[in-house]
């Protein structure tokens, strides 16, 4: 497989995850940091902007795993990459929110 399919697996992974906070914030009603609030990353956002980008983070995460390369289920190096992608945007998502919530 082509490395760059790798890439793509990871930030689909990382995509993935950051798709989950804004989603359910948003269809919580609950405001929610993102990049279109003021300050980028920092302010909060409408639910309707965060379902918005939710939205988004989750189609682009699901054309990076299904339209880049032959990615393979199960227990699979492509599997691993979106699961690396995934720890590494939770862990950077739960650091950067832990600080600008506290």
Known sequence: MAWYAYIAYFVAGFALANSVPHFVAGISG?????????????GESSPQINVLWG??????GYLLVTAVGDFQTGLTV??????????????????HFAKVRN
């Open 78 to 95: 492509d599997s691993l990459i979106v699961f690396i992608g995934i720890l590494v945007s939770g862990i950077l998502g739960g650091t």
């Open 55 to 60: 939205l988004g983070n989750f189609v682009v």
């Open 30 to 42: 609950a405001k929610f940091q993102s990049p279109f609030a003021n300050p980028p990353g920092e």
